[in-house]
């Protein structure tokens, strides 16, 4: 299914000119200038409160405009409704979804553009459209399916396809491969690949170079609400775009962490849970990263839920610091020295209305050093938020800000913060550099380092492979609910670990 832009190629379909956005004195974007080519693909590049956002909310209507000039098809905007961003072609697929979790899946894609016949809401029109949507991307998702029994990754792909369903014209993707898996993201390379093709003018933000170099024609980058530099991608090295977003030089970008093993500090034997985690074994020990992948679906986000508590164990032992723990539940394995951060930063692990201190304070008020004669230690738990945020170089340093008005690395770091506050013996990492940018996954990867140092043992839940296999000293690899793989050493490489993911045994030369 070809659709017409109506946009001869390479000519602009939306721009910003001199833009500013203010709140108060605070410049979250100024005097920056993007133009969206029909034909190209457009990459956005900047650390997180970068302005990348701020941005992206003036393009599609969701902020004002203070400075500066916004033009969609042609025509000045000095005021400009998201309805009307739509109305004009500004599709827009961002990391917090805006799916209503009771309703359907085709419910969904047709919210906001609902089809009627005689009076009537015509669900049939509405499911068939949705289901054309989906072959143009080359995906299935049940139409039927209430949202909130779909997976994050089924998710994320519903708001492409539902943005696919617009009226066409330009699209804007906010890290869309942070939650889908290879074949996924390489079904999503496809689709933007064919809408290039077909003379959308993309706007594709990502923290993954390997996406970046496969997809994007130009760059531009922006660093404190500025702009930085627009290259085009092919005359410009990785190199040289890192250190416009951080301001310096990268030497390595992935620390190099010794391994100090010591003694087990949790088995997992045979665990089952539910339909995807079957018959799991493996063990963390202590100085130690243990990498777990696999491709979306695979089950072990599961792995790491069970062994919290958070979903119920059919079958196996799960023994932590030698203690066989029967019944695991958050509360009983947070008093043995083991915490768990989800992916899901927002919805499971984050207080979004409450203050930065209240978030990392949380689990910490209910201990002997946080409170005394029945009164809580307000100055003790000032210096411990005051030096975390030191620590974790959260940005703005400033414990009463609302953790919503925090960029998405920022927020990460609060979590982190709040299983910093406590000594722990066993962490457990379930994808935690999704979607943020560069400056945050190397604080960290540093982090990761400290605790490693310390003696902490570290299962580390990641679908960047580049991460997953940099990182860890051990890789553990699931395919369909159960264990495919133990890899160490020289054994710990992309291909390997892909091949293994999907199910195959590696051939000699991929190894």
């Known amino acids: 299914m070809t659709v017409a832009v109506h946009v001869p190629e390479g000519e602009v379909f939306a721009s910003l000119s001199g833009a500013s956005k203010f709140y108060g004195s605070y410049a979250a974007l100024k005097d920056v200038s993007i133009a969206l080519r029909a034909g190209e693909v457009h990459m956005l590049l900047g650390e997180n409160g970068a302005g990348k956002s701020t941005l992206v909310s003036l393009l599609t209507g969701t902020n004002r405009l203070d400075e500066g000039e916004r033009v969609l098809r042609g025509q000045p905007r000095p005021n400009l409704t998201p309805l009307e961003a739509r109305e004009c072609g500004v599709n827009t697929v961002l990391q917090d979804f805006g799916l209503a979790p009771s309703l359907t899946a085709a419910e969904n894609y047709a919210l906001g553009r609902e089809k009627t016949r005689g009076g009537f809401l015509d669900k049939a029109a509405m499911r068939e459209e949705m289901v054309q949507s989906m072959r143009r991307l080359g995906v299935s998702i049940d139409p039927d399916a209430r949202v909130d029994t779909l997976t994050r990754a089924e998710q994320q792909l519903l708001e492409i396809v539902r943005a696919l369903g617009g009226k066409p014209g330009a699209l804007i993707l906010d890290e869309p491969t942070a939650t889908l898996s290879h074949d996924e993201s390489e079904h999503l390379f496809a689709t933007v690949d064919v809408l290039k093709k077909e003379g959308w003018a993309i706007l594709y933000i990502s923290h993954r170079m390997e996406e970046i170099r496969r997809l994007g024609d130009v760059v531009t980058i922006l660093r404190d609400g500025r702009f930085i530099a627009f290259h085009r991608l092919a005359d410009v090295t990785n190199e040289r775009m890192i250190a416009d977003m951080v301001g310096r030089e990268m030497a390595n970008f992935y620390p190099?962490?010794?391994?100090?093993?010591?003694?087990?500090?949790?088995?997992?034997?045979?665990?089952?849970?539910?339909?995807?985690?079957?018959?799991?074994?493996?063990?963390?020990?202590?100085?130690?990263?243990?990498?777990?992948?696999?491709?979306?679906?695979?089950?072990?986000?599961?792995?790491?839920?069970?062994?919290?508590?958070?979903?119920?164990?059919?079958?196996?032992?799960?023994?932590?610091?030698?203690?066989?723990?029967?019944?695991?539940?958050?509360?009983?394995?947070l008093d043995r020295g083991l915490i768990y951060l989800p992916q899901d930063r927002r919805g499971e692990a984050l207080?979004?209305?409450?203050?930065?201190?209240?978030?990392?304070?949380?689990?910490?008020?209910?201990?002997?050093?946080?409170?005394?004669?029945?009164?809580i230690r307000t100055s003790f738990l000032g210096r411990l938020v005051q030096d975390l945020l030191v620590?974790?170089?959260?940005?703005?340093?400033?414990?009463?800000?609302?953790?919503?008005?925090?960029?998405?690395?920022?927020?990460?770091?609060?979590?982190?913060?709040?299983?910093?506050?406590?000594?722990?013996?066993?962490?457990?990492?379930?994808?935690?550099?999704?979607?943020?940018?560069?400056?945050?996954?190397?604080?960290?990867?540093?982090?990761?380092?400290?605790?490693?140092?310390?003696?902490?043992?570290?299962?580390?839940?990641?679908?960047?492979?580049?991460?997953?296999?940099?990182?860890?000293?051990?890789?553990?690899?699931?395919?369909?609910?159960?264990?495919?793989?133990?890899?160490?050493?020289?054994?710990?490489?992309?291909?390997?670990?892909?091949?293994?993911?999907?199910?195959?045994?590696?051939?000699?030369?991929?190894?």
């Open 351 to 375: 207080a979004l209305n409450r203050s930065i201190a209240e978030n990392i304070v949380i689990e910490v008020l209910g201990e002997p050093c946080a409170a005394r004669a029945g009164f």
């Open 256 to 333: 190099d962490i010794p391994r100090n093993p010591t003694g087990t500090a949790l088995e997992v034997k045979g665990l089952s849970s539910g339909r995807k985690v079957n018959g799991v074994s493996l063990k963390l020990r202590g100085g130690e990263i243990v990498g777990l992948g696999g491709l979306v679906g695979c089950g072990k986000a599961e792995v790491a839920r069970a062994v919290f508590g958070l979903q119920e164990v059919d079958a196996g032992e799960i023994v932590l610091s030698g203690e066989t723990i029967a019944a695991p539940s958050p509360a009983a394995m």
């Open 391 to 511: 620590r974790l170089k959260v940005h703005p340093a400033d414990p009463d800000k609302p953790v919503q008005e925090l960029s998405g690395g920022n927020q990460q770091k609060v979590v982190l913060g709040r299983a910093l506050s406590r000594e722990r013996k066993v962490y457990i990492f379930d994808e935690p550099t999704a979607g943020i940018d560069v400056g945050a996954r190397l604080d960290f990867y540093n982090q990761l380092q400290r605790l490693c140092a310390e003696g902490a043992a570290i299962l580390l839940i990641s679908s960047d492979l580049q991460e997953l296999v940099h990182l860890s000293h051990r890789v553990y690899v699931m395919h369909e609910g159960l264990c495919t793989a133990e890899l160490e050493g020289d054994e710990i490489n992309e291909n390997v670990v892909i091949a293994y993911a999907f199910g195959e045994t590696p051939k000699e030369e991929i190894q």
